[in-house]
């Protein structure tokens, strides 16, 4: 059998996924099969992949706040995915499997050349994305906590394997991370003081409403005196060029804008507090115990309801609340470690459907060694831009 027939394809269009499929995308291409990656411009995403060393193909970008540029960009990433993946398939062979995180143009794409599709999701307010990849997906990896509901009105209705874990994907992050110290020195810390990590709200994402209130900027102004009681370094991880210039602007050196890309989970590793408007990096900052804070200003993921029922995240818009969690997180100065082995790894489900759809049989036993961990060394300097 030559495995170089074989071609598993990951969509990969935003840094978490990146962090999330790497040890699958590492694990089939040193074991001889072929690894499509494909991918779009967004935030520092290809700078990324850059250091992890892996090589992709670049379509399209994030269409930014305004809906209909996101459609028209979708659109035009559909066709330009399909042109691409009608040539690969031409020159290559078949396409084994997609795996994305819900990546619409992907997955319209590859049900257009019936391409077994495996989407991983966890966004349930997400409702048009969901929309359009669950009812044209062959298998959906979702959390146990899900709603059944949702899962019906984006229609899973029957047709797609649903296959259940009791977690949140960024057990997989933390699980196969190694902490590195040379975040520190790039950021001329040296390990001792009290660092407080700061990530906004997802404004620019489809499923954040403009209704929303925008919660940074009252945020800091009321925090920011009390960390300096205890002379916090103040870390933000901007969403967009014109949030970075903004912070930088009302708080001067009080905060240290992170407009260069960073080694964020080895930042967050060595913090004291974490304080995320949004999810992915709350829910990594948490999972590594750090005290976490959410002060996401809407209706909660029910990953993060099961985070917050494991006293892992606290949740809070409220001022006064959000003073007193601060104060005695950065009172005790005490990390908790929490029991990853009581979640369960979603990537072991996934390497598991891959394989079925390669249709590979006995040999399965090459993949029980443990998936590769990401070497998250900053290695060379990614591009200056962004995080999103």
């Known amino acids: 059998m030559n495995r170089e027939n074989f071609t598993v394809w990951f969509d990969v269009v935003n840094a978490p996924h990146a962090l999330l499929f790497y040890p ?21 995403l290809t700078g990324l992949l850059d250091n992890l060393g892996l090589e992709y193909h670049v379509f399209s970008c994030h269409g930014g706040k305004q809906r209909g540029r996101k459609l028209v960009l979708s659109m035009e990433r559909t066709r330009a995915l399909g042109n691409f993946i009608k040539s690969y398939m031409r020159e290559s062979g078949e396409i084994k499997v997609l795996v994305s995180k819900s990546s619409p143009e992907a997955v319209v794409a590859a049900s257009v050349f019936k391409t077994p599709i495996v989407t991983a999701y966890e966004n349930e307010h997400n409702r048009y994305q969901c929309k359009l990849t669950f009812p044209l997906s062959n298998c959906l990896v979702i959390p146990s906590v899900f709603p059944v509901e949702k899962l019906m009105e984006f229609g899973a209705d029957g047709y797609q394997e649903i296959h259940k874990f009791y977690g949140t994907f960024e057990v997989s992050h933390v699980k196969y991370f190694t902490p590195s110290t040379e975040v520190l020195q790039r950021l001329n810390l040296s390990g001792k003081e009290k660092i ?57 050196e009080s905060v240290k804008v992170l407009n260069k890309p960073v080694d964020s989970l080895s930042l967050m590793n060595y913090s004291s507090l974490f304080l995320g408007g949004g999810g992915t990096m709350t829910r990594e900052a948490a999972l590594l115990g750090v005290p976490t804070l959410s002060f996401y200003p809407g209706p909660l993921l029910s990953v993060d309801k099961l985070l917050i029922n494991e006293k892992l995240v606290f949740h809070s818009t409220e001022p006064k609340q959000i003073i007193s969690f601060t104060r005695r997180a950065l009172d005790e100065g005490k990390k908790r470690k929490p029991n990853l082995a009581k979640f369960t790894d979603p990537l072991q489900i996934i390497k598991d459907k891959i394989l079925q759809y390669l249709s590979l049989g006995g040999i399965e036993v090459m993949f029980e060694k443990n998936l590769p961990s990401f070497p998250f060394l900053l290695k060379k300097p990614l591009r200056n831009v962004i995080p999103s």
């Open 24 to 44: 699958l995308i590492k694990l089939f291409s040193e074991t001889g099969f072929k690894v499509l990656v494909t991918t779009r411009e967004y935030g520092y």
């Open 196 to 252: 407080v990590v700061v990530r906004p709200e997802p404004y620019q994402s489809s499923y954040f409403s403009i209704e929303k209130r925008p919660l940074l900027v009252p945020l800091l102004k009321k925090i920011l005196p009390i960390l300096k009681e205890y002379e916090a370094e103040v870390f933000v991880f901007p969403r967009s060029p014109s949030q970075a210039k903004q912070v930088k602007n009302l708080f001067k």
